[in-house]
């Protein structure tokens, strides 16, 4: 088979070194890919919004599968453009992904069909919006209706930071036209997790739970950004509840989508919040997480294929998926990241890292100058280690940390905090 993979991050890479691990796989192309993929898959100079010119690429090189990474080309209709071009996508259609490119849209979707979540009010008009902040109080969470690239929900603790992300998303629209509509939401109280699932209509295959650590700093402090690490799988989910927030909110989701006539295929990954009332959700995703992919690429045993053609007619054991143990995914990022950073700073170490057991380096905003590994984002690289324990795990990945360098780099040191606490009671 011939494969493309469009994106360029951690995420990316690491569906492109599972991809190069497949018997069935005979090429593997990416666009635009990064330095990390080289010696798996030939880059291609084009970037994931040129959707019409990834459509011929596609065609004119008979690739039989393409996978679309980040949420954008999804939210414009890649999956569309290609299917009626009669060419194989992995991935939701324009309608599908809505669910994530709209919150408004999401949020009507799940109170109509009685999906739990958390009270909201949604609003085009910001004095409208301004009086009922008022009304409300803090602490409240203000959403960009559309596509911010993650940065488009803030969780106001105070009415000071409320007013001020209401401001600037919908009078100084820092997000553009993705902020013209916000939703005000309740504040949920509990444990974050992400569930995460690969969907085929209603049928639909659970992928692992996990828990991804938003915040800049340890203890959770600082700013939020698109990921500084993930764990999983969950030592303080059991079995039995881990299937009732599949249930309750994947199949749930799915039928909800199948009742206002789409069809929804690809991966719904959902943010969900472990509340004293039960599991509730935050949003929706509607394409691999990252950095939840680099962990379920280390874990997972079976052909990613396999996995991606998974339908109603050919059922997978999630049981069989997954090597034993956990997995545990570490980014390593530019100094000042979330906010102004500088590029082009010489990486070293990532080889030796490599070379370590159970661990792989992948590079999430790299780039080559003078034939040098250098920094190009914010999140750096994304380091991976699996273990027969969470414990073993997290001594893994930190010590592969160790051998990477570069002027600035910083990382969270408490990755899998809440897991190591939850192993140790028991």
Not at 308 to 329: C, M, N, R, Y
Not at 377 to 385: C, H, T
Request: aromatic share 6%; with cysteine; charged share 20%.
């Amino acid at each position: 088979m011939r494969v493309l993979v469009i994106g360029s991050g951690a995420r990316e890479h690491a569906l492109v070194w599972k991809l190069a691990q497949s018997p069935r796989v005979n090429k593997i192309y990416a666009a635009p890919g990064n330095p990390g993929m080289t010696p798996d898959a030939e880059r291609v100079p084009l970037g994931v919004n040129q959707l019409h010119e990834l459509a011929e690429f596609a065609e004119k090189n008979q690739i039989d599968l393409t996978i679309v990474g980040p949420e954008a080309p999804l939210i414009e209709g890649i999956v569309d453009l290609f299917r009626r071009r009669g060419l194989p996508v992995f991935g939701p259609v324009k309608a599908g992904a809505a669910l994530e490119g709209s919150k408004a849209f999401a949020k009507e979707l799940m109170t109509s069909a009685a999906i739990p979540t958390a009270q909201h009010r949604t609003f085009n008009d910001y004095k409208l919006a301004k009086t009922y902040l008022e009304q409300h109080g803090a602490p409240i969470v203000v959403k960009a209706d559309g596509n911010a690239a993650g940065k488009g929900a803030i969780v106001a603790m105070d009415m000071e930071t409320a007013q001020d992300a209401l401001q600037q998303m919908m009078v100084e629209r820092i997000f553009g036209a993705a902020g013209d509509v916000v939703v005000l939401e309740d504040y949920l109280q509990g444990d974050e997790i992400g569930a995460t699932a690969i969907c085929n209509g209603t049928s639909f295959l659970p992928l692992a739970l996990s828990q991804d650590h938003k915040r800049a700093l340890d203890n959770d402090q600082g700013l939020n950004t698109g990921g500084m690490g993930v764990f999983t799988p969950l030592p303080f989910v059991d079995a039995a509840h881990s299937e009732q927030i599949f249930k309750q909110i994947i199949d749930a989701t799915l039928h909800a989508m199948k009742d206002g006539g789409i069809d929804f295929t690809g991966v719904l990954y959902s943010n969900i919040m472990l509340t004293a009332k039960g599991p509730m959700v935050i949003e929706h995703n509607t394409r691999f997480g990252d950095p939840e992919t680099q962990a379920f690429m280390l874990l997972l045993k079976e052909d990613i294929l396999d996995i991606l053609e998974f339908s109603s007619d050919k059922l997978i054991d999630s049981q069989t998926l997954w090597h034993p143990g956990s997995a545990v995914s570490l980014t390593l990022a530019s100094g000042g990241y979330p906010g102004t950073y500088n590029s082009g700073i010489p990486i070293t170490g990532v080889e030796e890292a490599n070379k370590l057991e159970n661990v792989h380096v992948f590079h999430a905003g790299t780039a080559m100058k003078d034939n040098q590994l250098v920094t190009g984002g914010g999140r750096v690289l994304s380091v991976v280690a699996r273990g027969n324990t969470l414990q073993e795990a997290v001594d893994r990945v930190y010590d592969a940390a160790r051998y990477i360098s570069f002027e600035g780099m910083h990382y969270r040191k408490d990755i899998a905090h809440r897991g190591l606490e939850a192993s140790n009671k028991h």
